[in-house]
């Protein structure tokens, strides 16, 4: 299984665009990159997923570049309700369910 | 449309007690998984189910047992409760068709052994 490298922590200020950035060298042709969003006291959610290039949603988007070993995931004009703990995830999209969290990284908005 | 429903939300159990988490899902999922987290640290994986009647052992699988007789449901067992088990359990779920590869998780059970 692919490791992930993580910020363990970030802050920004609300109404700016957030850039989590995640490192995975050891990524394989299969794995798909897939990050969730974890709030206090609640079990994470799913926000995107990608393999290549750029995705968006009405959450968030991400970016995989050309060599796949990293990939960055941006909130744009974020809110204190952003404040999370965000995990980068790399496995195959179908059929491996053994999936590694890490520690994930804490987001905290400032007012 | 309930989603991942767990059970109880709390319990406090004494050390070689023995006791089942509930985990049941209604959007007919295939996939199903348990995961432990404790303070601080990142899920880590107990056991999944790829579908009824099928398990596998996660990263922490020792001093549980799990079982999957319906797609619905998939009960953690705790066999012998120890302190070291103390944690937020979450049980998750997702469906294997390619539109959607993300897990839905559950509230979680807050697990205390004393």
């Known amino acids: 299984l692919a490791k992930t490298t993580q910020p363990i922590s970030m802050d920004s200020y609300e109404g700016q665009e957030v850039n989590i950035t995640c490192s995975h060298n050891?990524?394989?042709?299969?794995?798909?990159i897939t990050w969730y969003q974890q709030f206090p006291s609640q079990g994470p959610r799913f926000i995107i997923q990608g393999y290549k290039t750029k995705v968006t949603n009405e959450v968030a988007s991400l970016f995989i570049p050309a060599d796949r070993k990293s990939s960055t995931l941006s909130l744009p004009r974020v809110s204190l309700s952003d404040t999370a703990v965000y995990y980068c995830l790399v496995g195959e999209k179908f059929g491996n369910e053994k999936l590694t969290f890490g520690t994930g990284t804490r987001l905290t908005i400032i007012p | 449309n309930a989603g991942v429903t767990q059970t109880p939300k709390f319990q406090v159990l004494k050390t070689g007690q023995s006791m089942t988490l509930q985990c049941a899902q209604d959007m007919n999922h295939e996939y199903m998984s348990w995961y432990r987290q404790d303070p601080g640290m990142g899920l880590r994986l107990i056991h999944y189910s790829v579908g009824a009647g099928i398990t596998d052992q996660g990263e922490v699988p020792n001093g549980y047992n799990v079982s999957r007789s319906t797609t619905e449901d998939f009960p953690l067992r705790l066999l012998s409760a120890a302190p070291s088990q103390t944690s937020v359990y979450f049980c998750a779920s997702r469906q294997t068709v390619r539109t959607n590869y993300g897990y839905t998780f559950g509230s979680g059970t807050r697990l205390t052994v004393v």
């Open positions: 050891n990524i394989a042709t299969n794995d798909y």
